[in-house]
């Protein structure tokens, strides 16, 4: 039976306003949730579990506030929740080694996370951290089906492909057509009282830094034009302005 | 002099146009760039020539027939010196720079889209912040499209090199996709509908303006989660494809914030809404505040009139 883990990070909710102070987002207004993709690979990491048997167990990287999207997970149905003790930034691949050494330590032979994180929008924690592991991955994962071997549905060159994927492996999921559990009474209950087992990141060092953050260059604005006729200056101006026609 | 190595997009192996722009990113960065073309067949790179580059290398190996991140980073870290790697910021090519960088013991940096002395500028939150980073040493980074321009195509002097790596997955089948058109995360231009449409089948008004401009059709998060006629591979937004077209054009959208996050990047943005309020306007270059039954025929009347 498959001892399953599932990455999961704490980002502020995707509608919040972004302010910048000092040199960094502000996000002390924000209220902070679950990245949304990871919702989709909590979703993945269950429907394995009742495929196949085993236990899910959550793990993020981050500080005490984090705490709560592992109550979060425990409520929606992970057995397990895991915190990787640690504040700041780390770079990419100081990030991955520490995943990797938990999986290892977790004993996992699969791990779930989402596509890319709401903050960071990168991608690169399940490719990156498969490699750590000398794992198999597919990312942008649509549609799973679980048995000896997984099959993972993935957009492709000129379709989208259906790969057989040997475990140990890490897919790293989009929305597809997963649609998400929600937590019930007995669940929320649990969590409540559900602690979470804190350890010690294995975070070695970064050697990209952070140098400021700054809120986009405004767009010059636009033209607005009233009335459907305008359409054929619109068009006008696509081949003659924006020269993109 | 150091290196800085290029991974050639490629598309039915064929060099994608995109990839002149990493060339311009490469030689932003500093050292000597190298064109790494992974391909089955060494002509692929034949027309891989631009100015500026010092050396091409045709990276040869069946495992490039079909993307697998472990052999593809595999079999290019066989054959590619040390030093910066740069990359599209497409999404086969994210996953494997994150791959690469990886096995190198490198940190990745994606959607870079200012390269400024050692400093590298990407957008995060969706778009609403910029983070600038600076790099000790080398890196892995992948390049928004459509943001540096094109360096000028050049002769091309290529080594052949046989590149090899372990497949970690299998190809089972290619199942088509719904629609047979170009995909959103593909296109240079992009015709989106949204719930303002009034029914799923009024999208044939978008797939026919599509044909004429070559354009792929794209929809809201609104419009999908509505109409089960309009699959989730067209939503572009936050839970659906982040795309940057050249061109992107939307009718009957709104422009919630988990729209925009996925689309505000386009170098050109075209509204149609007949609410002069809609959020869209404020993110349009050209807002045209009108039903869609009155400016969608005049708009493709005249721009089949241009293409033609």
């Known amino acids: 039976m498959p001892n399953i883990v599932v990455l999961v990070k704490q980002v502020p909710d995707t509608n919040a306003p972004v302010s910048i102070s000092g040199g960094s987002v502000d996000f002390s207004g924000a209220k902070m949730v679950m990245s949304p993709y990871d919702e989709f690979a909590l979703e993945a990491a269950l429907r394995h579990k009742e495929a196949a048997g085993g236990e899910v167990t959550a793990v993020t990287l981050g500080g005490a506030g984090a705490d709560k999207i592992l109550k979060d997970a425990k409520a929606i149905g992970a057995d397990h929740i895991v915190r990787l003790d640690h ?74 492909a259906r790969l057989s994927v040997s475990l140990p492996a890490v897919f790293s999921c989009d929305k597809g057509d997963l649609k998400v559990r929600k937590p019930n009474v007995k669940g929320i209950m649990q969590a409540k009282k559900a602690t979470v087992d804190v350890r010690a990141a294995q975070v070695g060092s970064s050697s990209v830094r952070v140098v400021s953050c700054t809120l986009p260059p405004a767009k010059p604005e636009g033209k607005t034009f009233h009335g459907g006729a305008a359409a054929a200056d619109v068009a006008r101006l696509l081949r003659e302005e924006a020269n993109v026609l | 002099m150091t290196v800085t190595i290029i991974i050639a997009e490629t598309n039915g192996g064929v060099v994608a146009p995109a990839t002149a722009e990493l060339v311009t990113a490469a030689l932003a960065l500093g050292g000597a760039p190298v064109l790494v073309v992974p391909c089955t067949d060494a002509a692929s790179a034949d027309a891989a020539g631009f100015a500026g580059v010092s050396r091409i290398i045709a990276a040869k190996s069946p495992v490039f027939a079909s993307y697998d991140a472990s052999a593809w980073a595999e079999a290019i870290d066989g054959i590619a010196p040390a030093g910066h790697v740069v990359a599209l910021a497409s999404s086969r090519s994210k996953d494997l720079a994150a791959r690469l960088a990886a096995r190198r013991g490198l940190p990745v940096v994606q959607d870079v889209v200012l390269i400024n002395g050692g400093e590298l500028t990407s957008p995060i939150l969706s778009g609403k912040a910029m983070q600038t980073v600076a790099v000790d040493g080398a890196a892995v980074l992948t390049v928004r499209a459509n943001v540096m321009a094109p360096a000028a195509a050049a002769d091309a002097d290529v080594s052949v090199v046989d590149a090899s790596g372990d497949l970690k997955t299998a190809v089972l089948e290619m199942v088509a996709r719904a629609s047979a058109r170009l995909d959103v995360a593909e296109a240079n231009i992009i015709v989106s509908g949204g719930r303002g449409l009034g029914e799923p089948g009024n999208f044939r008004h978008l797939e026919a303006l599509a044909d004429t401009i070559g354009a792929a059709v794209g929809a809201s998060r609104a419009a999908v989660d509505t109409w089960d006629e309009i699959p989730h591979s067209m939503q572009v937004g936050q839970t659906g494809k982040t795309v940057n077209p050249n061109l992107y054009i939307a009718v009957g959208i709104s422009g919630a914030i988990q729209h925009l996050a996925g689309m505000r990047s386009s170098k050109y943005i075209v509204a149609i809404n007949k609410d002069a309020d809609a959020p869209i306007f404020k993110h349009a270059d050209y807002g045209i505040v009108a039903t869609w039954e009155e400016a969608l025929p005049v708009l493709s009347d005249a721009l089949a009139g241009m293409m033609s």
Request: net charge negative; aromatic share 6%.
């Open chain 1, 87 to 160: 504040e700041g930034w780390a770079d990419s691949n100081a990030v991955q080694g520490a995943l990797a050494a938990a999986v290892r330590d977790l004993g996992a032979e699969v791990v779930y996370c989402g596509k890319s994180a709401a903050d960071t929008g990168a991608g690169s924690t399940g490719p990156g951290l498969a490699e750590h592991l000398g794992w198999a991955s597919a990312s942008n994962v649509i549609a799973l089906e679980f048995g000896a071997d997984v099959t993972a549905t993935v957009p492709a060159e000129g379709g989208d």
